[in-house]
């Protein structure tokens, strides 16, 4: 023991011994704690069987139908957020869409996605019914040259 006396020892063995030596309940309170905690455990058991617990059939889970969402994407007006609501389609893959959309100017029509890499045929025609037609850009009457 290092630092401690032997009176300084048996002096905590006495303090100890005062608070574990003596128990906090009676015989008889104890045993109605015991008789308690073993008629609450078995009410929760008989419970948990009752209601399926056993079986795995605690929860009840009601099943919502899928929603179908019809929305329609301006390939030249949309951002990478709104692209990555579509089907297969991640951030990276969004992200060179409108880079190449800023770099390369607007999208003539939809065939000009190809053009983003990791844009096949396969990815286009299933990003096709979320596209709207592309608008194509009409002469001003003032400013057409005769």
């Not at 006495?14 to 015991?34: E, F, I, K, T």
């Not at 297969?88 to 869409?97: P, Q």
Request: proline share 7%.
């Amino acid at each position: 023991m290092s630092g401690q006396t032997n009176q300084d020892y048996e002096s905590n063995q006495d303090y100890l011994g005062a608070w574990w030596g003596r128990p906090l309940l009676r015989r008889v309170n104890q045993v109605c704690v015991a008789v308690l905690l073993a008629s609450s455990l078995l009410v929760i058991t008989g419970m948990w069987l009752y209601r399926g617990g056993h079986r795995g059939r605690l929860v009840d889970i009601e099943r919502a139908p899928p929603r179908v969402v019809d929305f329609k994407l301006d390939v030249n007006e949309s951002d990478w957020p709104e692209w990555t609501l579509l089907p297969g389609i991640g951030e990276m893959l969004t992200r060179r869409i409108v880079e190449s959309r800023r770099e390369d100017g607007p999208f003539a029509k939809h065939e000009d996605l190809l053009r983003v890499k990791g844009i096949g045929p396969k990815t286009l025609q299933a990003m096709r019914p979320y596209l709207l037609p592309v608008d194509q850009p009409q002469a001003v009457e003032g400013n057409a040259e005769s």
